[in-house]
């Protein structure tokens, strides 16, 4: 709850090490709270103000596991292609080979739930 703000957020504090991937279709959630498809593109629009390093995949589809599955190989290449983000912190440099693991393990438990 509260994600509506991380647009705001994101345009006015200080950019953090971070490189964001973001999926979303034309027929994504949209409900009385809101549009899920608009949400991301401002979110996009964020990143891309605040300079982050960053990538918006916008299908036809809505957001789900045939569309992350099909675009997974190149995701992950895109998101570990420089190794982690060098923001002169030599101690963060430890945090691509965990947010690897972390993401794998989210792809296969999100796996096992969708096909079980």
Same mark, same amino acid.
């Given at each position: 709850?509260?994600?509506?703000?991380?647009?705001?957020?994101?345009?006015?504090?200080?950019?953090?090490?971070?490189?964001?991937?973001?999926?979303?279709?034309?027929?994504?959630?949209?409900?009385?709270?809101?549009?899920?498809?608009?949400?991301?593109?401002?979110? $996009? @629009?964020? %990143?891309?103000? *605040?300079?982050?390093?960053?990538?918006? !995949?916008?299908? =036809?589809?809505?957001?789900?596991?045939?569309?992350?599955?099909?675009?997974?190989?190149?995701?992950?290449?895109?998101?570990?292609?420089?190794?982690?983000?060098?923001?002169?912190?030599?101690?963060?440099?430890? $945090? @691509?080979? %965990?947010?690897? *693991?972390?993401?794998?393990?989210?792809? !296969?438990?999100? =796996?096992?739930?969708?096909?079980?």
């Amino acid at each position: 709850r509260g994600a509506h703000n991380l647009p705001w957020v994101i345009r006015n504090t200080p950019r953090k090490p971070l490189r964001v991937f973001l999926m979303s279709g034309e027929n994504d959630l949209s409900n009385n709270h809101g549009s899920w498809p608009l949400a991301s593109q401002e979110m $996009a @629009a964020a %990143l891309k103000y *605040a300079q982050y390093p960053h990538k918006f !995949v916008f299908g =036809s589809g809505a957001h789900g596991m045939i569309h992350g599955a099909s675009i997974l190989p190149q995701t992950l290449l895109w998101l570990f292609k420089d190794g982690p983000a060098d923001f002169g912190d030599e101690r963060r440099r430890h $945090a @691509a080979p %965990l947010a690897l *693991a972390l993401l794998i393990s989210i792809i !296969v438990a999100a =796996s096992w739930l969708a096909y079980r």
